[in-house]
């Protein structure tokens, strides 16, 4: 981006945010505060939409901007950046920050991968079926970090040495995004999006959410939304048949890893741990009400700075090396959004926008799902599911409230419209194209598939609300 356009960008946000504050509550079409805080949710998506800075800084913009113009108080907002659902992130960081060290990443990864067969339609079934498994364990953008350079290795391997002009790149790191994105609906670990949605959740019920129900509402659209991306990108014409010699490098990078060291055993234990603990939590959750998954995942995480390695010199896991495995940005990301989601409901700005939509004669029968869950999805694909979460599911629960309606089953369809990415360049995908693969053909490739996914989430959102009395009714 030339500076000349980064700076009309950098003007424009505040820019809307004041034409905004002094153009609505003298329209009557609200009063000052919840115009503010309009302003402060279009000054972050254009932002985040146009980039003129890094989306990290945008997501400071609320603690920025309320300590100018005083929209509410401020520790309301600050709690937002150390909240339980931050705490969970960087728990489920510590865990899994050992593992590009010890090599737990790769051998799973290449284990997964071994039986991979030649035809390029088993390179895609097997990349995104990967993907969707691991992406149920542990967020989307780490399972994308660590397929796409074993991807890339093996297309060099292969003999492709230029991966932007590889055509077989396409579809199998295609795969590999898609499938991490599909998989990450799938439970509360598979990104910051649905600790986003969980947070909302909490804040309307006022209880804990138990991570089975989120588990067991979704897994339709999982399983559904699964089986149409893999059946459209192995039907999909390929101009490259097959790779030589895939199934047989896999194989030897695995054998070269050698057996199962200690510390990749204790590793892996403990993320079961926490993984299995977070899912069971209804079972012990009187007994230890305080261990809530956030505080679980913190705790099995802090113990590998406390267990030695094998070498017996250092422990599992050292500062230094949390640091840099750490995903700062998805943390300030992450609270960012629930910050902006605060402003929009202490504004008022949340029940302006509700009031608007409530007047289009909505009846929360199926037009309304239709509109919750592309809404979603086009902020997803302008930004990412975390901002889509942050933007859409406030104004879902104002909408679906002032209607009268039971929000919860809502929020999952808007969250099954919300959890995928395919088109440009940015957030996970981001991985793909910097690891070589053309923007142009991400966005081609990815159009149908972003049409079909959304007619998914619409029909698994429409018909389980239609034929399952529960949906809406939390443990």
């Given at each position: 981006?030339?500076?000349?356009?980064?700076?009309?960008?950098?003007?424009?946000?505040?820019?809307?945010?004041?034409?905004?504050?002094?153009?609505?509550?003298?329209a009557?079409?609200?009063?000052?505060?919840?115009?503010?805080?309009?302003?402060?949710?279009?000054?972050?998506?254009?932002?985040w939409?146009?980039r003129?800075?890094?989306?990290t800084v945008?997501?400071?913009?609320?603690?920025?901007?309320?300590?100018?113009?005083?929209?509410m108080?401020?520790?309301?907002?600050?709690?937002q950046?150390s909240?339980?659902?931050?705490?969970?992130?960087?728990?489920?960081?510590?865990?899994?920050?050992?593992?590009?060290?010890?090599?737990?990443?790769?051998?799973i990864s290449?284990?997964?991968?071994?039986?991979?067969?030649?035809?390029?339609?088993?390179?895609?079934t097997?990349?995104?079926?990967?993907?969707?498994?691991l992406?149920n364990?542990?967020?989307?953008?780490?399972?994308?970090?660590?397929?796409?350079?074993?991807?890339?290795?093996?297309?060099?391997?292969?003999?492709?040495?230029?991966?932007?002009?590889?055509?077989?790149?396409?579809?199998?790191?295609?795969?590999?995004?898609?499938?991490?994105q599909?998989?990450?609906?799938?439970?509360?670990?598979?990104g910051?999006?649905?600790?986003?949605?969980?947070?909302?959740?909490?804040?309307?019920?006022?209880?804990?959410?138990?991570?089975?129900?989120?588990?067991?509402r979704?897994?339709?659209?999982?399983?559904?939304?699964?089986?149409?991306?893999?059946?459209?990108?192995?039907f999909?014409?390929?101009k490259?048949?097959?790779?030589?010699?895939?199934?047989?490098?896999?194989?030897?990078?695995?054998?070269?890893?050698?057996?199962?060291?200690?510390?990749?055993k204790?590793?892996?234990?403990?993320f079961?741990?926490?993984?299995?603990?977070?899912?069971?939590?209804p079972?012990?959750?009187d007994?230890?009400?305080?261990l809530?998954?956030?505080?679980?995942?913190?705790?099995?995480g802090?113990?590998?700075?406390?267990?030695?390695?094998?070498?017996?010199?250092?422990?599992?896991?050292?500062?230094?090396?949390?640091?840099?495995?750490?995903?700062?940005?998805?943390?300030?990301?992450?609270?960012g959004?629930?910050?902006?989601?605060?402003?929009?409901?202490?504004?008022?700005?949340?029940?302006?926008?509700?009031?608007?939509?409530?007047?289009?004669?909505?009846?929360?029968?199926?037009?309304?799902?239709?509109?919750f869950?592309?809404?979603?999805?086009?902020?997803?694909?302008?930004?990412?599911?975390?901002?889509?979460?942050?933007v859409?599911?406030?104004?879902?629960?104002?909408?679906?409230?002032k209607?009268?309606?039971?929000?919860?089953?809502?929020?999952?369809?808007?969250?099954?419209?919300?959890n995928?990415?395919?088109?440009?360049?940015?957030?996970?995908?981001?991985?793909?194209?910097?690891?070589?693969l053309?923007?142009?053909?991400?966005?081609?490739?990815?159009?149908?598939?972003?049409?079909?996914?959304?007619?998914?989430?619409?029909?698994?959102?429409?018909?389980?609300?239609?034929?399952?009395?529960?949906?809406?009714?939390?443990s």
């Amino acid at each position: 981006m030339n500076m000349s356009k980064r700076l009309t960008f950098l003007l424009l946000g505040p820019a809307f945010y004041f034409i905004l504050v002094f153009a609505l509550p003298g329209a009557g079409l609200t009063d000052l505060t919840a115009a503010k805080g309009l302003g402060v949710a279009v000054w972050m998506i254009f932002w985040w939409v146009t980039r003129p800075v890094d989306i990290t800084v945008t997501a400071l913009l609320p603690a920025i901007v309320n300590a100018l113009f005083d929209i509410m108080p401020m520790e309301n907002i600050i709690s937002q950046y150390s909240s339980s659902s931050i705490i969970l992130i960087f728990g489920s960081c510590l865990l899994t920050a050992p593992w590009s060290e010890i090599g737990l990443d790769r051998r799973i990864s290449l284990k997964a991968l071994s039986l991979i067969g030649p035809s390029m339609k088993s390179q895609i079934t097997v990349w995104l079926l990967a993907a969707v498994i691991l992406s149920n364990m542990m967020p989307n953008v780490v399972v994308v970090a660590i397929f796409t350079p074993i991807a890339v290795s093996m297309l060099v391997a292969a003999g492709y040495d230029d991966i932007s002009k590889c055509e077989p790149a396409v579809p199998i790191l295609c795969a590999i995004a898609w499938g991490s994105q599909v998989g990450g609906a799938g439970t509360p670990l598979g990104g910051a999006m649905n600790v986003t949605a969980i947070s909302f959740l909490e804040n309307y019920t006022g209880k804990e959410f138990m991570y089975i129900d989120w588990l067991i509402r979704m897994l339709p659209y999982t399983i559904l939304a699964t089986v149409v991306v893999l059946c459209m990108m192995i039907f999909c014409p390929m101009k490259v048949n097959s790779l030589s010699g895939t199934k047989e490098y896999f194989e030897k990078c695995y054998a070269e890893l050698g057996p199962m060291k200690k510390d990749e055993k204790i590793s892996l234990v403990l993320f079961i741990i926490a993984m299995l603990g977070s899912f069971v939590r209804p079972l012990y959750a009187d007994l230890l009400p305080g261990l809530v998954p956030a505080y679980l995942f913190l705790f099995l995480g802090c113990l590998n700075f406390v267990i030695v390695a094998a070498n017996k010199k250092d422990m599992l896991l050292s500062w230094d090396t949390a640091q840099r495995e750490v995903m700062w940005g998805m943390l300030l990301l992450f609270a960012g959004g629930l910050a902006l989601g605060q402003i929009l409901t202490y504004s008022g700005a949340n029940d302006a926008i509700a009031g608007v939509i409530a007047g289009m004669n909505l009846t929360g029968g199926f037009g309304t799902i239709v509109i919750f869950a592309v809404f979603a999805s086009v902020i997803s694909e302008m930004t990412n599911s975390t901002v889509s979460a942050a933007v859409t599911l406030p104004i879902v629960i104002g909408v679906t409230e002032k209607l009268g309606l039971n929000p919860i089953p809502y929020i999952f369809t808007a969250a099954m419209g919300m959890n995928y990415e395919s088109l440009l360049p940015v957030s996970v995908r981001a991985i793909s194209v910097g690891y070589g693969l053309d923007p142009d053909k991400l966005m081609k490739q990815g159009f149908p598939i972003t049409l079909a996914r959304v007619c998914v989430a619409i029909l698994v959102g429409f018909v389980t609300m239609q034929i399952w009395p529960g949906f809406g009714v939390l443990s």
